[in-house]
């Protein structure tokens, strides 16, 4: 069977066409090949680098040297425990606590009586000035601390060799009227004067104890 006039006519237009192409297509992979080979080959014959090659190294950096740290170790780790003892010993000091300051019974005395020298007579003034007149007599006569009546205070008065028949009996005379002004319901017409009587009293109290101690020291031996 022959084709017909209108086939053979497409079959040879497509042969021509296939045959104009690949002419082409040839020459445009030769142009890009050729594009490439001047894209490389140009810069490396002008010296320049091309995108596929190494940039040029940095020049090594010279050696570090030591940190502080490094060079002053030992002598920042002495210093540091030569500060810890310091602050040690000064913070034991500081925070000890202080020997309380123990004044002379009379002194004490005469600055307990002072405190209560604004306040008015009445009986809890009166019993104040007796318990600060008593205590200063037990301090300096060494008596144990316990308490005692206002009779067997002023029995162990009389008793004692240093105290003398005289001051005892002044000394007596006082507590018993304090003990009298502290219950008696009536306030007494003239002011009792415990705090001034009590500084005279504590001041008898000295000469007699200086008087006492003195003499066995007047007798010849």
Known sequence: MNPSPRNATICARKSLTATTRQPCRLA????????????????????QPTSNSLPALIPAYGELPPTFWELHQQTIIVLSFAGLAVMFLFLRTWLKPRPPVVLPPEVAARQALAALASRREDGKLLSEVSQILRRYVSTTLS???????????????????KVGAELAAALTRFLRECDEQKFCPVPAATPFQA??????LIAL?????????????????
């Open 28 to 47: 445009k992979r030769g142009f890009c090949l050729g594009g490439l080979a001047a894209g490389y080959l140009v810069p490396l014959a002008l010296g």
């Open 205 to 221: 109290t000295e000469q007699q104890l200086i008087k006492a101690n003195q003499a066995p020291e007047s007798v010849p031996s």
């Open 143 to 161: 008596w144990p601390a316990r308490e005692m009546t206002t009779a067997e205070f002023c029995a162990a008065l009389g008793a004692h060799e």
């Open 195 to 200: 705090i001034a009587r009590a500084e005279s």
